[in-house]
């Protein structure tokens, strides 16, 4: 399932990113450990509590756009994923930050892309076809859909695990 490593795995994302790279060159060198996917939201504290204290405050807008730019996901299908109605959306941009609960649920959305980045070596591409793709082992549901809960995205990481590990699913 994972693509080889010499597929070019910085140049499979647009360029010019720094949050990409920075997830791309863990991925690639194995320092996977922390909170390392919160880099898509354009964080850079990946200890647990540190990553805690900003989402009790409460993530900035900033996060969500930075989501959004570096996994191509359009914008209404993270608002769907987090559980944020349009018009709520609107005030979060207008006001600037997300509340806790809203900022947990982007910092899962982002642990869910970077895990599926690590399956597929840093491709981002790959990763977002997958996750936006109904998967047999899923019972044919879309991982991306699927992981709106944190038992269902429990189960997607379920089964990145057993694909990199080559478990039949």
Known sequence: MARPAEAGVLGSLPPGTADLHEIQSRIKSGR????FYVALLGLRAYGPLALDRQVRKGLGYSAFARF???TGIPASAIAELIQVPARTLTRRKSEGRFAPEESD???RASRVFGRAMELFEGDGSAARAWLTAPQPALGGLVPLALAGTEVGAGEVDSLIGRLEHGIPS
Not at 32 to 35: N, Q, S, Y
């Open 68 to 70: 959004q730019r570096n």
């Open 32 to 35: 996977t450990e922390g909170h």
């Open 105 to 107: 649920r982007l910092v």
